[in-house]
């Protein structure tokens, strides 16, 4: 399983785009990335997935350059609501293989 | 019901006693995932289903922790002899696993287990 690093925690203002960046080096070539966010006492929630260039929802983007080592998840004008740990996961979406998570980026919106 | 169950919600028990949680997943889903979170920590994998067996069991911790979907659907996260460490937050989560889409997992809200 490719292991991925993401920054502990990020702060930001309201109205600010945010962007987190996990580093993903040994992602393997059915791996795709995967994106969560998770609020207090409550259970993640898929944000975003992606596998190559640019993906965009009503959420947010994700940017993943060529050589996919890394990948951004972009949150547009964030707003006090988007204070909440994001997960960066990466693998294949065969279904056959746990899923894994790691820490997390704990994301602190700011008035 | 619309999401994944899980039930109880919250649950205190004494070290030592056994205890059942209970996880409902969203109708048609065939995988079931059991992870446990600690404050401050990210959800530590446990085990999952496909269907009726367990594919993978490498993240419970020992054998005191057991995991039944006998009928493919609700599951049982079983814990024997408490401890206080096992006090976390236990989440169910529940994914279609059609081939195609995404893979998501939808997570139920989980349940609180102290250990006194």
């Known amino acids: 399983l490719a292991k991925t690093t993401q920054p502990i925690s990020m702060d930001s203002y309201e109205g600010q785009e945010v962007n987190i960046t996990c580093s993903h080096n040994?992602?393997?070539?059915?791996?795709?990335i995967t994106w969560y966010q998770q609020f207090p006492s409550q259970g993640p929630r898929f944000i975003i997935q992606?596998?190559?260039t640019k993906v965009t929802n009503e959420v947010a983007s994700l940017f993943i350059p060529a050589d996919r080592k890394s990948s951004t998840l972009s949150l547009p004008r964030v707003s006090l609501s988007d204070t909440a740990v994001y997960y960066c996961?990466?693998?294949?979406?065969?279904?056959?293989?746990?899923?894994?998570f790691g820490k997390g980026t704990r994301l602190h919106i700011l008035p | 019901g619309a999401g994944v169950s899980q039930t109880p919600s919250n649950k205190v028990t004494e070290k030592g006693k056994y205890v059942e949680l209970r996880c409902d997943p969203i109708?048609?889903?065939?995988?079931l995932y059991w992870y446990r979170q600690s404050l401050g920590q990210g959800p530590e994998f446990l085990i999952y289903?496909?269907?009726?067996?367990?594919?993978?069991d490498s993240g419970l911790p020992n054998d005191r922790f057991f995991a039944v979907r006998p009928e493919g659907s609700v599951s049982t996260l079983k814990i024997q002899r408490t401890e206080r460490g096992d006090s976390a937050v236990y989440l169910c989560?529940?994914?279609?696993?059609?081939?195609?889409?995404?893979?998501?997992?939808?997570f139920g809200e989980g349940s609180r287990l102290t250990v006194l």
């Open positions: 992606g596998y190559k």
């Open positions: 109708s048609g889903h065939t995988a």
């Open positions: 989560a529940s994914s279609p696993w059609t081939g195609g889409g995404t893979g998501e997992l939808f």
């Open positions: 040994n992602i393997a070539t059915n791996d795709y």
């Open positions: 289903f496909q269907g009726t067996g367990a594919a993978d």
């Open positions: 996961l990466v693998g294949d979406r065969r279904g056959d293989d746990k899923i894994i």
